[in-house]
Structure formats: structure tokens, C-alpha cells
């Protein structure tokens, strides 16, 4: 079963940046699509963006368009979340996600697969 290493994360000001970096242990199946998704207290687990590491193809949710930015080293196995413009409520324990699903349903992405432990971020006002 693939591993997923995170890293990254923290505390920002709002407008700040952070990058989130997720290193996976093979590209396999079952890591054909990656991505984040965070849950912050109290609130449902969220989508955020998704990469199909075939080919690039990304998908965001529309709360982080034009704000965050998903990518991929496929020589390092490694796919990153560029956070720009943070706003206090991307407050959140974000996760790294892989899945032979797509993100069809981006919101409610992945519905099985692999997840690291998490990272937290958050972002004051």
C-alpha cells in the first residue's frame, strides 16, 4: 500500500502564503489521482484540489480557485499545494489524499484510498 508523507503547513497572516508538499512511496494504481482535502473543526471533510499524475489535469474547489495551485515532481513522487491569498477560513487540517477514483465529486473526494496524517494551517486575521 502506498505511504503518503506530508509536510509543510503552519501558521500564516491572512494574504500570506504556505506550500504543502506530499510525498508519496511509489506511483502505483492507486495513486493516480492525488490531492488535498481538509476538515477544520467542527466542519464536513472538503475536497480542495486534485491531480490526475498521468497527465496534470487539476481540479479545485471553487472556495480555493484561483488561490491555491496543485502540481507534481513525478521524479520525486511528489505533489504540492501552493496556498497564495490564505484566508482565515482555509484554517483547516489539511490532508494528503491518493485514490484510483477521480475527482468527479471533488467536495467529497477521495471516497476510498490513502491518506497521510495530516497538517495543520492556520491562517490569522
Known amino acids: 500500500q502506498v505511504q503518503l508523507v506530508e509536510s509543510g503547513g503552519g501558521s500564516a497572516q491572512a494574504g500570506g502564503s504556505l506550500r504543502l508538499s506530499c510525498a508519496a512511496s511509489?506511483?502505483?494504481?492507486?495513486?493516480?489521482?492525488m490531492g488535498w482535502f481538509r476538515q477544520a473543526p467542527g466542519k464536513e471533510r472538503e475536497g480542495v484540489a486534485a491531480i490526475y499524475t498521468g497527465g496534470g489535469v487539476t481540479s479545485y474547489a471553487d472556495s480555493v480557485k484561483g488561490r491555491f495551485t496543485i502540481s507534481q515532481d513525478n521524479a520525486k513522487n511528489t505533489v504540492y499545494l501552493q496556498m497564495n491569498s490564505l484566508k482565515a477560513e482555509d484554517t483547516a487540517m489539511y490532508y494528503c489524499?491518493?485514490?484510483?477514483?477521480?475527482?468527479?465529486?471533488?467536495?467529497?473526494?477521495?471516497?476510498?484510498?490513502?491518506w497521510g496524517q495530516g497538517t495543520q494551517v492556520i491562517v490569522s486575521s
Open positions: 511509489g506511483y502505483t494504481s492507486s495513486t493516480k489521482y
Open positions: 489524499a491518493a485514490s484510483p477514483l477521480s475527482p468527479t465529486n471533488l467536495k467529497h473526494w477521495p471516497p476510498m484510498g490513502t
